[in-house]
């Protein structure tokens, strides 16, 4: 972490499904791994800090709509802001609000749309300065 950047990666796993008139149209979930860039905008040695995050998003999908299953992939280009909670200097807690959009042709018109939705998650950094360090 430099200058309030920081460069990462995350592993992540996603499950979603539709109803319509109680009926199941469509179920599915893929993992996926996004590289990033990311900004926090309060000073490092806070205990709470506001971040903005952008990267990208390479993931499979295993879906099943209509009563068939198939494979479906997505490389999106993702947008997020959020805050941390930081339970040590190395560890926090999230919360962010992301939108993706993806650069690939769909192979499932679930997946052809932008996506916009809320994450939480946990976070480690192995480089964050010392709460004595100086910006």
Do not use: C
């Not at 979930?29 to 806070?46: D, E, H, N, T, V």
């Not at 042709?105 to 709460?131: E, T, V």
């Amino acid at each position: 972490m430099a200058n309030k950047f920081v460069i990462g990666s995350e592993i992540g796993f996603s499950y979603q499904s539709l109803l319509q008139n109680n009926s199941l149209l469509f179920s599915g979930y893929g993992i996926g791994i996004s590289p990033f860039i990311r900004y926090y905008f309060l000073k490092m040695a806070s205990k709470v800090n506001i971040f903005s995050e952008t990267g990208h998003n390479f993931s499979q999908n295993w879906v099943r709509q209509n009563g068939a299953n198939e494979t479906a992939y997505r490389l999106d280009v993702n947008f997020s802001a959020g805050v941390a909670y930081f339970i040590r200097p190395q560890i926090a807690l999230e919360f962010r609000l992301q939108t993706n959009a993806n650069l690939l042709s769909p192979s499932s018109a679930i997946y052809a749309g932008p996506r916009f939705g809320g994450m939480f998650g946990f976070q480690i950094h192995l480089n964050k300065p010392s709460q004595n360090a100086v910006e």
